[in-house]
């Protein structure tokens, strides 16, 4: 699933890529799983590393996680920010497996299954491993959330560019008013 572990987005007109590496099925130790990030060289023929990778287990000693109180689990659907360069969004899922209930004679009296015990939106500098901001995402916790599906935009940036279209509409309509009322006279 290509989501969670990756994502391409243009910061400041430059194409960005960000992937964790080492996150999946073969995932070994927050030491060996490393976030690195890239960007698209202006003629648009190779790839340059970004930034310094950072590996998990960095990302997790880093003060500012461990103040925040947020779980050291593997960090998914990691998206760059648009307008900020160097951020970076990410969800953690802390979740708990529940191991199945067998009874004395082999039989399966409860599957296996996971819980959800929290959910969290950090906002991260990959430049200066710190969290900038991290939010609570359900309550209760959601298992939806293991497998988000973001994309970067600013919808900011929409409103701002609409509003300022109907602002400029709005005196290219008074100039021509003003225009026809001159032709009257």
């Not at 690195?36 to 590996?55: G, I, N, Q, V, Y």
């Not at 500012?64 to 969004?89: A, K, R």
Request: hydrophobic residues 40%.
């Amino acid at each position: 699933m290509p989501s969670v572990h990756r994502s391409i987005v243009c910061v400041s007109g430059v194409i960005k890529f960000v992937a964790l590496f080492g996150c999946g099925r073969d995932f070994r130790t927050p030491a060996e799983a490393m976030l690195k990030t890239w960007a698209l060289s202006p003629d648009f023929k190779e790839w340059e590393e970004d930034t310094r990778a950072l590996s998990i287990a960095d990302i997790w000693a880093s003060e500012s996680f461990n103040q925040m109180g947020l779980p050291h689990v593997i960090p998914v659907s990691p998206v760059l920010s648009i307008t900020e360069d160097g951020v970076m969004y990410a969800v953690l899922n802390d979740i708990e497996r529940v191991p199945a209930q067998i009874d004395d004679f082999g039989n399966v009296v409860r599957r296996g299954h996971l819980v959800a015990k929290a959910n969290y939106m950090i906002r991260f500098d990959i430049n200066q491993n710190k969290v900038l901001s991290s939010t609570k995402l359900s309550e209760p916790a959601s298992l939806s959330w293991t497998t988000p599906n973001f994309f970067a935009t600013d919808f900011t940036a929409y409103l701002s560019d609409h509003k300022r279209a109907e602002d400029e509409a709005g005196k290219v309509g008074a100039r021509a008013k003003g225009k026809r009322k001159q032709m009257e006279y």
